[in-house]
């Protein structure tokens, strides 16, 4: 009785599973159909409405299918018709795009994304079933369909993105980057598309969503392939360092920091300056030093190398030390009014000093005199410098009017000294 009951199973199932294939036939032929529908030049309400009907009558009768375990052979058949069926969706959207007109983004998206995954879900079953040759009439056209639409998931990225779908735009531009892992159907395409000469460029828009997403993770994980797209070097670093900045990473930050000024000093100021302001707030004058050096070792010339060298000696009190690289910022850059004004203030610091020695020292008429002398001698050195910001920055009064008026009064020169205590309101 018991052996009678399994013979039953057996056949209860296999006529279940030859039940699943036949659904999936049947929906091939109302694919067909659709197909027909879709291929007509123009489309008149009722075919309109007749497509749209067997569209969706056929994607409701295919998808039980495709997780169902009864479905044998047919299990590729109806993954390629899921496949061609979100195809005819997600058509006329693309076209809305590629003649500029509204589309649903979303929907769009929805169904490329849906297309390929059936795409590779179709292969997958080929391969499970050991179809080949003439036996898989899916893999090869499939896999072409499956190489064109990349960029399609790229346009996704950037519609979301315009529209402020920033985790969307994220999503899609990952997806085009981790294509070749994620379609096995590509085969040794994959490796071509792995070395595509756009991945730079993608890898940026998808580190410039994930900030507005405030995805970090995400952008930190594409940030080494985003800083090889040259075109947009500076703002990719900009990026990179302002994320390590807000995550509080400084470790991180002035390591990046460092190796976008090293690798082009002269043209990454603002960076090297935020660094230096980090070093010089935090009364750090080893790590400027060292970071002073490592520019001026990557190019002697450098303005913010020399720049950042004069700062140090300038504080650590060694005024004489300071100015020679003060002065090679300014070859560097003529109009470099912080490096003239360090250097009139290195003169001044001399001259002050020079003064300061004096007091209580015993000496001649003469010998005063001439110490005197010695002292106003150097703040007449100040003076061009302090000059030279006067003409760089003349609307800021307060930054050399000041200055001037100490240097004039040293010097004995009322006139100017009163020129310039009416500029600073005195």
């Known amino acids: 009785m018991k052996k009678i009951l399994f013979v039953l199973a057996l056949a209860a199932f296999a006529g279940t599973a030859t039940a699943q294939d036949k659904v999936v036939r049947k929906a091939r032929m109302l694919k067909d159909e659709v197909q027909n529908l879709v291929a007509l030049p123009e489309r008149n309400e009722k075919q309109e409405a007749e497509l749209n009907t067997k569209l969706a009558e056929c994607m409701e009768l295919i998808t039980p299918t495709l997780n169902n375990p009864e479905t044998k052979k047919e299990l590729a058949n109806a993954w390629d018709i899921k496949a061609q069926l979100h195809m005819y969706l997600f058509n006329p959207l693309l076209n809305n795009v590629i003649a500029k007109q509204p589309t649903d983004t979303a929907k769009l998206a929805e169904n490329i994304y849906a297309s390929l995954e059936a795409m590779e879900e179709c292969y997958k079953a080929t391969q499970a079933l050991g179809l080949k040759g003439e ?14 639409f990349r960029p399609y998931v790229a346009y996704c ?202 007091t209580g020292k015993k000496m001649t008429v003469a010998q005063q005199n001439a110490e005197i002398q010695k002292v106003k001698d150097e703040y007449a050195k100040a003076e061009p410098y302090f000059l030279k910001v006067k003409e760089l920055e003349p609307d800021n009064p307060h930054k050399w009017a000041t200055r001037l008026r100490t240097v004039y009064y040293i010097l004995g020169n009322k006139a100017k000294e009163k020129e310039m205590a009416t500029l600073v309101g005195d």
């Open 135 to 148: 036996k898989d009439p899916y893999t090869i056209p499939n896999k072409l369909k499956v190489i064109q």
């Open 157 to 358: 990225g950037q519609m979301f993105f315009q529209n402020q779908q920033h985790p969307k735009a994220v999503d899609a531009f990952k997806r085009w980057m981790n294509y070749p892992k994620t379609y096995s159907i590509l085969g040794a395409d994959a490796a071509t598309l792995a070395e595509d000469d756009q991945n730079p460029q993608i890898a940026y828009f998808t580190c410039l969503a994930a900030y507005f997403a405030k995805d970090y993770k995400t952008l930190l994980e594409y940030m080494p392939t985003a800083r090889q797209y040259t075109q947009e070097k500076d703002q990719v670093n900009q990026l990179y360092l302002t994320v390590l900045i807000e995550q509080g990473d400084t470790a991180a930050w002035l390591k990046a920091g460092k190796e976008v000024v090293l690798a082009e000093p002269s043209a990454n100021d603002a960076v090297a300056q935020n660094i230096l302001a980090y070093y010089f707030t935090h009364n750090d004058f080893n790590g400027a030093q060292a970071f002073a050096d490592e520019i001026l070792a990557a190019d002697s010339n450098s303005k913010l190398g020399n720049y950042a060298k004069g700062l140090v000696f300038m504080n650590d009190h060694k005024y004489a030390d300071a100015i020679p690289f003060f002065e090679k910022a300014t070859q560097a850059d003529e109009s470099f009014s912080d490096a003239y004004f360090n250097a009139g203030v290195c003169y001044s610091n001399i001259g002050y000093e020079k003064n300061e020695a004096l």
